[in-house]
């Protein structure tokens, strides 16, 4: 049996115009918050730099961020259109002043209250105010409405969630930061389309990098200028063909001459067998992989995603060194102390589910210092590697479980699956390279857009940072 309060919540009911009598009011109490302006900011398209953007408030007349003056007259039409007089309300015209700003933290207090009732046309006249957590009145004015002549009484609709996300704004931090570093040197390998040479020229143009043009060297003036590329600031070495590119490539690499390497217009094959070539590639003692560093609009913090690209299946051995790089480029990205989740389809070791063995394994091995820098725990499903809900509900205690800064797939084919899966459902921004040679490695796709090229050239440039320091 439903209480009288929670049947109030359950549905909405007006007072017709038979039943309302001057002096008659209605109030809401609503505390703006920074989501509220981005909310309706967001849906009238209003993005005046009082209200969206702090530095300038700061300098303006109130200096501070205010609220937009309608978001306390969408108040006003709250009340009007669910209290009083309610659903079937009739707006004809509203009259608003606004007397004083609105800042985010503030408390209004909306309060209308009928003044005038006319009854030939069964019309309202009603005085509207709000007031802030001092008393003071924000906005005051009249509201002029048909009030609904019979008794209406509807489940009150809920909404969808308002999910608010600024595309990108993980990247973007990162650019910041990168962009406050000496442009390093990168080897642009085959940059012989479009993309791979606009890419590398945006990123010149951003202060990111020096890029080392390599390749033919009349196929890439071509392309710069078919596309109007101006690439008169970049150098370029000949190369004949991709091959030679990827060898050049990884000689400067070797030489010190190249601080990061970048995939153009070739085969990633081309590129990694010149890069893990015994003779003369860029191996290290570490295995090599691949990490995403994913903007996901769902979730609060950067999540890293790892490998999608490089191991099959990989071992023990091998999930370690996955680990340890997805840490030290967690960490070059100022994730302090990165929480690691390694997933399964359970929590709980089972012998026939080898990525839940092999889990604990992991974890032992990052408490006898064999992994370092990072806080690991598994096995971990998914939904209880980034879900506190989920976490309570199955009662699970750990620093790491539902705030899960890296993600480790037990295998390629989950890590890319989950990595495209939250990229076209979640719609993520994914910006990758490869880790554990002696220098970054940019692996772009042809599908990526200039914002993905300059996101993963800043992760390059944050890594070399930390690798050479």
């Not at 007072?15 to 918050?33: K, M, N, Q, S, Y």
Request: hydrophobic content about 45%; aromatic content about 2%.
């Amino acid at each position: 049996m439903l209480s009288e309060s929670d049947a109030a919540l359950e549905f909405i009911e007006n007072r017709p115009f038979d039943e309302i009598e001057v002096g008659d009011f209605a109030e809401l109490v609503r505390t703006l918050t920074a989501r509220d302006i981005d909310a309706f900011a967001v849906v009238s398209g209003d993005v005046n730099p009082a209200h969206v953007d702090t530095e300038f408030a700061e300098g303006d007349i109130f200096h501070k961020v205010i609220a937009h003056g309608m978001w306390g007259g969408a108040l006003i039409s709250n009340v009007l259109g669910t209290q009083l007089p309610g659903p079937g309300t009739i707006y004809l015209e509203q009259s608003l002043k606004f007397l004083k700003p609105v800042g985010i933290g503030d408390t209004v207090t909306v309060r209308v209250t009928v003044a005038e009732k006319h009854v030939e046309k069964k019309r309202l006249t009603l005085d509207c105010t709000c007031t802030n957590g001092n008393g003071k009145p924000v906005i005051a004015g009249q509201a002029h409405v048909i009030a609904p002549d019979r008794k209406i009484r509807r489940p009150r609709v809920t909404m969808p969630d308002l999910v608010l996300h600024k595309h990108g704004a993980v990247h973007a931090d990162l650019l910041a930061r990168a962009q406050a570093l000496e442009p390093m040197p990168v080897a642009i390998v085959h940059p012989c389309d479009k993309p791979s040479l606009a890419g590398a020229v945006h990123a010149h143009d951003l202060g990111l990098l020096k890029p080392l043009l390599l390749g033919p060297k009349d196929r890439i003036e071509v392309v710069a200028a078919e596309h109007e590329l101006d690439i008169s600031q970049l150098t370029i070495i000949d190369a004949p063909h991709s091959h030679a590119s990827a060898e050049m490539a990884v000689s400067l690499a070797r030489d010190g001459k190249a601080q990061a390497l970048m995939k153009g217009a070739l085969h990633t094959d081309e590129i990694m067998s010149a890069v893990v070539s015994k003779s003369g590639g860029l191996r290290t003692e570490r295995r090599m992989s691949h990490v995403y560093v994913m903007d996901v609009p769902t979730y609060p913090k950067p999540l890293l995603m790892t490998d999608a690209a490089i191991n099959i299946a990989p071992d023990l051995a091998t999930k370690a060194d996955i680990i340890q790089n997805a840490i030290d480029l967690a960490l070059a990205i100022g994730i302090e102390a990165p929480k690691v989740a390694l997933l399964s389809a359970v929590e709980t070791i089972t012998p026939r589910l080898q990525s839940t063995v092999d889990a604990g394994a992991l974890c032992k091995m990052a408490d006898r210092g064999q992994i370092t820098g990072g806080l690991l725990d598994g096995p971990l499903a998914f939904d209880n590697a980034v879900s506190m809900r989920a976490v309570a509900t199955k009662n699970i205690v750990s620093p790491v479980a539902g705030q899960a800064d890296v993600l480790v797939a037990p295998d390629l084919e989950a890590a890319n699956m989950i990595a495209k899966q939250l990229m076209y459902l979640a719609g993520a921004e994914a910006a990758g390279i490869v880790l554990g040679a002696q220098v970054p490695i940019i692996l772009t796709s042809r599908a990526d857009d200039d914002r993905t090229r300059t996101a993963s050239a800043a992760i390059a440039a944050l890594l070399s940072k930390a690798l050479r320091a």
